[in-house]
C-alpha cells in the first residue's frame, strides 16, 4: 500500500471479511492471519485514508458510515476481480462453474429445463441450478447469475438488470372443443361478453384482456382494445385454468408456449385467431455487471439461438378478423 494509491486488493478483502464478520478474531481466521496483523492493517488503512472506518467495541466491529461506503465499494470490486479473473480463464479453455438461474413454472419445466439439459452436456465443466418460482427475484440480492422469465421491460428497472430478448410470446385465446360445440365459436371480441372466460389472476388487471390484431390481419388495423371478461371459474394459477379449458369449461387466455401442444394434438382450439396479447416476450434478465463471466454469455446465446425460432408457434393468420 502507498499514498497515491492506498487501496489493493488485500485492503479489499480486509473490509469485506471485517464488515461481514464483525469483528477482529473472525477476519483473522478467515484469513489465516493473527488478530493483531489484522489491527495493524486496519490502522494504517485509516491512517492511509484519514478515515475512521470502523467503531470497536470489546466484542464487535460496526463501520462508520465512510467505512459502510468503502465496504459496499469493495464488495463490489472484489466480485468484479472474480468476474474478469474467470472470464480470463476462461477464454481459452473449456467454461467451467456454478450458474444459478430463476425461471417461472410453467416455462421452466416445459422448455428451459430441457434447454439446460442440453448447453450442460455441451459444456459438461458447468453445473447449473434451476429456481422454479411465480416471483421474480432480487437477482443480484439472492445471488442469482440471470432469469428467464415472461416481462416487459420498464424503465425504473433498467439500471439493476441488463435485458435481452430470446423469443417473442404472444397469448392467445383457446378453448376446448366441447366447449365450443356446446356453446359457440364467437366471431367478434364483442361475442367474448356472452361466454364462460377462465381468467388467470395473475395480475391487478386479471378481468381485462388487451388484444389487437396480429399478422397479416394487423394491417392498417385499430390499435388494441380492452375487452372486459367474467366466468365462474378464475385462479391465481394459469395451469388450473389451463385445466379447466381442457375440461371444457370456458375460454382461456394462454401464452402460446404453453398452449401449442394442446393445439398441435386438437385438445384445444384457437379462438379468434386474428387477435392476441402482445404484453411477455420471453427475456433473459441479469444482474448488472461490467463484465460477465463466459459461461453466462454462452448460455444466453446458446437459449436465444434455441427459442429465438418460437418452436411452439402457429401458422400466422393472414386473414382480417371480424369487427374489432
Known amino acids: 500500500m502507498n499514498e497515491s494509491n492506498p487501496l489493493d486488493r488485500p485492503d479489499l478483502q480486509l473490509l469485506y471479511h471485517l464488515r461481514s464478520l464483525g469483528s477482529l478474531a473472525a477476519t483473522a481466521r ?9 489491527s495493524k492493517r486496519l490502522a494504517r488503512l485509516e491512517h492511509a485514508l484519514g478515515l475512521r472506518l470502523f467503531l470497536r467495541t470489546t466484542r464487535r466491529l460496526a463501520p462508520t458510515p465512510e467505512g459502510e461506503r468503502l465496504c459496499e465499494g469493495a464488495t463490489q470490486l472484489l466480485a468484479q476481480f472474480e468476474a474478469l479473473e474467470q472470464d480470463v480463464r476462461e477464454q481459452h ?5 456454478l450458474i444459478r438461474l430463476a425461471a ?4 421452466g419445466r416445459l422448455w428451459l429445463g430441457p434447454a439446460l439439459a442440453a448447453f450442460q452436456q455441451r459444456y459438461p465443466r458447468t453445473r447449473i441450478q434451476l429456481q422454479l418460482t411465480d416471483r421474480l427475484p432480487d437477482l443480484a440480492g439472492e445471488g442469482y447469475d440471470g ?3 415472461l416481462w416487459s421491460p420498464d424503465a425504473h428497472r433498467s439500471r439493476e438488470w441488463s435485458a ?9 385465446l383457446v378453448a376446448a372443443p366441447s366447449y365450443l360445440a356446446r356453446r359457440g365459436t364467437p366471431l367478434s371480441l364483442d361475442d367474448l361478453a356472452a361466454h364462460d372466460c377462465l381468467v388467470a389472476r395473475e395480475n391487478q388487471q386479471f378481468d381485462q384482456w388487451t388484444l389487437q390484431a396480429v399478422g397479416e390481419a394487423a394491417h392498417g388495423s385499430p390499435p388494441p382494445r380492452p375487452v372486459r371478461v367474467d366466468g365462474a ?3 391465481n394459477s394459469g ?8 375440461a371444457g369449461r370456458g375460454i382461456m387466455l394462454r401464452s402460446l408456449w404453453d398452449a401449442a401442444p394442446h393445439l398441435q394434438r386438437g385438445a384445444l382450439v384457437q379462438v379468434l385467431p386474428g387477435y392476441a396479447m402482445l404484453d411477455a416476450d420471453i427475456q433473459w434478465l441479469a444482474p448488472y455487471r461490467p463484465r460477465k463471466p463466459r459461461r453466462m454469455a454462452l448460455l444466453a446465446d446458446f437459449l436465444q439461438e434455441r427459442f429465438a425460432p418460437e418452436p411452439w408457434s402457429l401458422p400466422t393468420p393472414d386473414t382480417a ?3 374489432l
Open 30 to 38: 478467515a484469513l489465516d492471519v493473527t488478530p493483531s496483523v489484522i
Open 164 to 172: 435481452r430478448r430470446l423469443a417473442a410470446n404472444r397469448r392467445v
Open 147 to 149: 432469469a428467464i422469465w
Open 104 to 107: 417461472t413454472f410453467g416455462f
Open 321 to 323: 378478423p371480424p369487427g
Open 239 to 246: 395451469e388450473l385454468v389451463r385445466d379447466w379449458c381442457l
Open 93 to 97: 479453455s473449456e467454461p467451467v462453474g
Open 233 to 235: 371459474l378464475s385462479s
